[in-house]
């Protein structure tokens, strides 16, 4: 009976946790007023370059995503003068649980639940409660060259961004969190995974150009901009980026077909 009862309250939870996941995504994808997004930033590494990083930013820092999305979104024929209202928290000195490289199903929602904990506890940022709360890792160059793929999760409105704490990376850094930041919409990835070629046409900003190579522009969930078939670079800032037609009907910004 208490095998029983332990089931129950756990199926309660899940439950619960599926609505409320369901409401905040649907209050998030009507696009009538402004998605509550705070950034809450962490050194990822002991080094005085990250440490500095974080230490020194300023909102501001971060008000190119919110003009590029309110940009594309009146682009796309919706009238939402501010889609996003970005809060930068102060620094959290914590890391979040490490994600399961490899990891069954059952070890994934584990991982997922104890991220949505974590997070909560290490919410104490002023304002308005957050509907998509976004940790950004900055990590050292020198230390890590090469960093593991960011995460942006749909069910919790959640994302971790690991980025370069490198005044030169800033542009890109805000490419990679408007990445994400759009995933916890709903967006999918428009690139092979094997590759990280852009997936056409999805995954093209200009599918329709002729000759199809070189692009000019990166489709934001592509994250690159096709050169040839088997090449593509990175876009030097958002400025580069655009919201493709799969990717707006993903985050609900055109009706589906």
Do not use: C
């Given at each position: 009976m208490f095998r029983t009862l332990r089931i129950a309250i756990l199926l309660f939870i899940l439950a619960t946790v599926a609505v409320s996941a369901w409401r905040s995504h649907a209050?998030?994808?009507d696009w009538k007023d402004s998605i509550h997004v705070t950034i809450y930033p962490i050194a990822a590494d002991a080094s005085p370059a990250s440490r500095q990083a974080v230490a020194q930013l300023r909102p501001d820092d971060f008000a190119p995503v919110?003009?590029?999305l309110q940009d594309e979104v009146q682009r796309l024929g919706r009238p939402v003068l501010r889609p996003v209202a970005l809060n930068l928290a102060p620094p959290v000195e914590a890391l979040p649980p490490p994600y399961p490289r490899g990891g069954n199903s059952l070890s994934m929602v584990w991982w997922s639940l104890r991220l949505r904990l974590w997070a909560w506890q290490h919410d104490a940022?002023?304002?308005p409660r957050p509907q998509l709360r976004l940790f950004v890792l900055y990590h050292?160059?020198?230390?890590s060259p090469v960093l593991e793929h960011s995460l942006g999760l749909e069910k919790g409105k959640i994302g971790v961004i690991k980025v370069f704490a490198s005044r030169s990376e800033r542009q890109r850094n805000l490419v990679i969190v408007a990445h994400e930041l759009l995933h916890t919409l709903g967006a999918t990835d428009k690139y092979d995974l094997a590759t990280n070629q852009p997936l056409f046409p999805d995954g093209y900003a200009e599918p329709d150009l002729r000759p199809r190579h070189?692009?000019?522009l990166a489709e934001i969930m592509a994250g690159r901009i096709p050169l040839s078939d088997s090449q593509a670079q990175i876009p030097g800032s958002?400025?580069?980026t655009l919201i493709g037609p799969a990717t707006a009907r993903e985050i609900g910004l055109?009706?589906?077909r």
């Amino acid at each position: 009976m208490f095998r029983t009862l332990r089931i129950a309250i756990l199926l309660f939870i899940l439950a619960t946790v599926a609505v409320s996941a369901w409401r905040s995504h649907a209050q998030a994808t009507d696009w009538k007023d402004s998605i509550h997004v705070t950034i809450y930033p962490i050194a990822a590494d002991a080094s005085p370059a990250s440490r500095q990083a974080v230490a020194q930013l300023r909102p501001d820092d971060f008000a190119p995503v919110g003009d590029w999305l309110q940009d594309e979104v009146q682009r796309l024929g919706r009238p939402v003068l501010r889609p996003v209202a970005l809060n930068l928290a102060p620094p959290v000195e914590a890391l979040p649980p490490p994600y399961p490289r490899g990891g069954n199903s059952l070890s994934m929602v584990w991982w997922s639940l104890r991220l949505r904990l974590w997070a909560w506890q290490h919410d104490a940022a002023p304002g308005p409660r957050p509907q998509l709360r976004l940790f950004v890792l900055y990590h050292d160059p020198a230390l890590s060259p090469v960093l593991e793929h960011s995460l942006g999760l749909e069910k919790g409105k959640i994302g971790v961004i690991k980025v370069f704490a490198s005044r030169s990376e800033r542009q890109r850094n805000l490419v990679i969190v408007a990445h994400e930041l759009l995933h916890t919409l709903g967006a999918t990835d428009k690139y092979d995974l094997a590759t990280n070629q852009p997936l056409f046409p999805d995954g093209y900003a200009e599918p329709d150009l002729r000759p199809r190579h070189p692009q000019h522009l990166a489709e934001i969930m592509a994250g690159r901009i096709p050169l040839s078939d088997s090449q593509a670079q990175i876009p030097g800032s958002l400025a580069d980026t655009l919201i493709g037609p799969a990717t707006a009907r993903e985050i609900g910004l055109t009706p589906a077909r």
